[in-house]
């Protein structure tokens, strides 16, 4: 079982709607990340969280909003979403930043209608 | 930019098999090199972190070696199973303040026949 929790699984929604994809570690790691997947392509990064502060955004549309309200928990909201960002969204922990390995959850495969 | 390229893209071997998996990176700068197994639709699974100043690593049947000086690593499995089938994935990071990215190749695809 993996030590990143991410809800939900799957997520259907269409351009106008707003979700919310959730993240959950228990292993007091103070660096979490979201990664972003096309099929059959690597991840990529999106975000990177330190100690509850924004790090880096690689140039993410405004689209998806990242928020990490504690510790534990990463959240990365949706609006106004297009097909090409249907994905599968992964999150990843590690104690604190650079420092390795990174934990990934098992994602939220992302389907934009 | 670090470029990481795995070689082969796929690979399909009998049961019981060795076999080495191959990843390059462009900038020998980096900080450590970490091998990933990604089942379908799954997230990924850390199998084994290499730092910058060792040489290898190993775990059970897995074993992975770093040469920084010329870029490369493998991963060896030894002994291949049905169950190793799965797309392996290697990442490096960078060696800077800003290096928090885990860079990936694009994996090799691996499948173990009975």
């Known amino acids: 079982d993996t030590e990143v929790t991410q809800t939900p699984k799957h997520l259907v929604m269409g351009m106008t709607n707003k979700k919310s994809l959730k993240c959950e570690q228990h292993?007091?790691?103070?660096?979490m990340y979201w990664y972003k997947q096309k099929a059959k392509k690597p991840p990529e990064l999106m975000f990177v969280?330190?100690?509850?502060?924004?790090?880096i955004n690689e140039s993410v549309p405004s689209r998806f909003s990242p928020e990490c309200p504690n510790s534990s928990l990463l959240n990365l909201h949706l609006h106004a979403l297009q097909p090409e960002d249907s994905a599968l969204y992964l999150c990843?922990?590690?104690?604190?930043?650079?420092?390795?390995?990174?934990?990934f959850g098992d994602g939220t495969r992302l389907s934009i209608l | 930019k670090q470029e990481v390229t795995q070689i082969p893209a796929a690979l399909s071997v009998p049961e019981g098999e060795n076999l080495v998996l191959n990843c390059s990176f462009t900038?020998?700068?980096?900080?450590?090199l970490q091998w990933f197994r990604q089942d379908p639709g799954k997230g990924l699974t850390s199998l084994l972190l290499i730092q910058s100043s060792q040489r290898e690593q190993t775990s059970g049947r897995l074993n992975a070696s770093l040469d920084k000086s010329s870029g490369r690593s493998t991963l060896y499995i030894a002994a291949s199973q049905p169950g190793d089938s799965a797309t392996y994935l290697c990442a490096v990071i960078k060696n800077s303040n800003s290096g928090y990215a885990l860079n990936f190749g694009k994996g090799t695809s691996l499948l173990v026949t009975p």
């Open positions: 990843a922990s590690s104690q604190v930043v650079r420092a390795q390995p990174q934990h």
């Open positions: 900038d020998s700068a980096i900080y450590n």
């Open positions: 292993m007091g790691h103070r660096a």
């Open positions: 969280y330190s100690y509850e502060k924004l790090s």
